[in-house]
């Protein structure tokens, strides 16, 4: 079992399916971040059988709640002083901008490229969203 030792101050992006770390590092841009990053692959998890977990050796203002959207059960962890001083859980936003795409190739984002994807919460008990555009559903599968 993988513990948050070693990490003095900072966040520990935990319960992210396995394989899912790098979708997660590229959208919150982490690699722009002057400070170390360390994903972990493949950890062993009761819960989850294997999991992928992010640390970030430094505070960061993120609204992480966009993140449910790509990883439901996934758990922030605030580190400070090398002990873990808050922990969240993600809750799905009203509203996302940008972070899936519309399948529907009718819709107008498939014709006018520059336009923003926008999606609205429309089921929050089975986390479906539903394109502002041309209503096409969208439901994570994870």
């Known amino acids: ?9 900072g966040i520990v992006l935990d319960h992210i399916h396995a394989g899912g770390a790098m979708e997660i590092y590229n959208y919150l841009n982490l690699e722009k ?4 990053v360390a994903i972990i ?3 062993k998890s009761n819960k989850m059988g294997r999991k992928d977990i992010i640390k970030i050796d430094q505070l960061i203002d993120i609204d992480f709640n966009m993140l449910a959207v790509l990883e439901p059960n996934m758990t ?4 400070k002083n090398g002990e873990r001083v808050e922990k969240k859980q993600l809750a799905l936003p009203e509203k996302i901008y940008g ?8 819709c107008i984002t498939s014709i006018e490229q520059e336009l923003p994807h926008r999606f609205k919460l429309t089921n929050r008990e089975k986390a479906i969203y539903r394109c502002e555009y041309c209503e096409q559903s969208f439901k994570n599968k994870k």
């Open 1 to 9: 079992m993988l513990n948050i030792g070693g990490l003095n101050e």
């Open 33 to 36: 971040l002057d400070c170390s």
């Open 41 to 43: 692959k493949n950890a």
């Open 76 to 79: 922030i962890n605030y580190i």
């Open 99 to 106: 972070i899936i795409k519309c399948k529907n190739p009718r």
